[in-house]
């Protein structure tokens, strides 16, 4: 064992996105024949929807008697994971001029910028999505099901604002 985390959050969905990232730079004034670049990327990548349980009090878990009720934050978007196999570069066009550069230089093409803006536009797509209702609907199910078997009659989950990681609930 190298390392051990203590997990604290819940995912509670994922999503699988598809993004077409199209980028193109050149030179003001000169055409882009000549200077420039277009690249053409189909990335694809998972965006989790998690629920963070670390900073829970007793209190955000009131009891009574029989009843339970679970107050916890609002699923968030966790970090895109791009899946490298999957993700392709589509389309490389040059210009004249930049081929040239590039022949002449021995730096390997630098496609880091690409996965960036592919994460980015995943994460609007999940957004856009309907993951974090999907998340709030199996939170909510998981929730209440741990509640029932632990023995209690009435289980409620509300959930609150997003938590962060510095205020406890």
């Known amino acids: 064992l190298h390392e ?20 193109e730079t050149g030179t003001d004034g000169v055409p882009a024949v000549l200077a420039g670049e277009r690249v053409t990327m189909v990335a694809v990548g998972t965006a989790p ?10 209190a955000a878990v009131p009891v009574d008697g029989d009843r339970v009720t679970m ?3 609002a699923p968030t978007l966790g970090d895109v994971v791009i899946d490298h196999e999957q ?13 040239l550069g590039d022949a002449v230089e021995s730096q390997p093409v630098d496609d880091q910028p690409l996965y960036v803006l592919a994460a980015e536009q995943i994460t609007a797509a999940a957004v ?3 993951l974090l209702d999907e998340a709030r609907e ?5 929730l209440t099901k741990l509640g029932e078997r632990l023995g209690y009659e009435s289980v409620s989950v509300k959930f609150g604002k997003p938590s962060t990681a510095h205020e406890p609930l």
């Open 87 to 99: 993700t392709r570069v589509t389309g490389r066009e040059r210009g004249l001029l930049t081929r």
């Open 71 to 73: 107050r916890i934050p």
């Open 49 to 58: 929807a998690v629920v963070d349980l670390g900073h829970l009090t007793d």
């Open 138 to 142: 199996s939170t909510e199910a998981t």
């Open 4 to 23: 051990l985390t203590k997990l604290e959050r819940l995912t509670a969905a994922e999503g699988r996105f598809s993004v077409v990232v199209d980028v």
């Open 128 to 130: 856009e999505s309907d």
